[in-house]
């Protein structure tokens, strides 16, 4: 990154909240449930599929993560209703987890369980390494419970190809993303080419294991590596699909899709849109640069 991106991305929290809301909004589908489902049917019309996802994390109160269970269920019933093609994704801290570990796992569960009685599907997200053990254990033990469960693991961990060798023998279902957090250097690798190097690794042994896998990515490299990847294993459509964020490159999303590729679409939505937000435009400086120019112009 350079010095000027680097400058412009730490300013990122001093910008305007309603130019940020601007700017942001081509990654998030708006505040509402209502408006998430509209995003969804427009997807599903372009012939992708979508993962929905409450924006929040690291709630503090049992109150709040309870919330966001009853909601989820809301998605379940919306999804089932308006007969869209979407899964969702849950975050663990979100759910309880820094407040107890049992306590989140039972709000898993019931989302997990709501999520079978609706033929559908929830997929766990990894976050911080600090939550890495735990989000795993939750997983291993509602997928041995229910089966319509998958996780996420992040190819910048050097834990993650280890992690490959410990999941459950039938069924597993991964989404294979770099990693967005800023863990230690002990931890995690850090070179650019060598995180590809070692997305490109998991995804082979993933692949070599029967597992189902998101490959979540907008990397064309990594793109065109998994495509051959794919061929290398023999795998038919239903047996992996490409997933991409709401808002980010679009046309290589019609060119997977194009291409034959079952592509999912990450879609958030929530009244904590900024926070997420604000890591989307720190991850892609040139974004940033349109709120600089936003706000400057006064637009």
């Known amino acids: 990154m350079s010095a000027f991106n680097r400058l412009l991305v730490t300013g990122l929290p001093a910008v305007p909240k309603p130019i940020v809301g601007r700017v942001a909004s081509r990654y998030v589908a708006g505040e509402s449930l209502d408006d998430a489902i509209r995003v ?57 987890l820094k407040i107890d570990e049992g306590f989140c796992r039972d709000n898993v569960a019931r989302i997990v369980e709501t999520a079978k009685s609706f033929g559908n599907f929830v997929r766990i997200d990894m976050e911080d390494y600090t939550t890495t053990d735990a989000t795993l254990r939750i997983y291993r033990e509602l997928h041995g419970r229910y089966g319509n469960v998958g996780v996420v693991l992040q190819a910048y961990m050097r834990r993650t190809l280890r992690d490959i060798e410990e999941l459950p023998d039938q069924g597993a279902n991964i989404r294979l993303c770099k990693g967005i957090y800023v863990e230690p250097r002990t931890i995690a690798w850090k070179g650019y080419e060598t995180v590809r190097h070692n997305y490109v690794q998991a995804l082979d042994k993933l692949m070599s294991r029967d597992v189902y896998v998101g490959i979540a990515t907008h990397d064309e490299f990594l793109a065109c590596a998994a495509s051959a990847l794919v061929d290398k294993h023999g795998l038919k459509p239903h047996q992996y699909e490409f997933q991409m964020l709401l808002g980010v490159d679009e046309e290589l999303r019609r060119i997977l899709i194009a291409a034959g590729h079952r592509l999912r679409v990450y879609v958030p939505y929530g009244a904590d849109w900024y926070p997420y937000s604000i890591r989307r435009l720190r991850e892609n400086p040139e974004v940033a640069r349109h709120v600089l120019r936003a706000m400057m112009s006064g637009k």
């Not at 009853?70 to 007969?83: N, P, T």
């Open 40 to 96: 969804v049917r427009n997807l599903n019309q372009q012939g992708a599929m979508a993962t929905l996802d409450v924006l929040g994390e690291e709630v503090s109160e049992r109150a709040k993560a309870t919330a966001a269970v009853e909601e989820y269920l809301r998605v379940f019933a919306a999804i089932d209703r308006e007969k869209v093609d979407s899964n969702i994704s849950i975050k663990l801290t979100l759910l309880g």
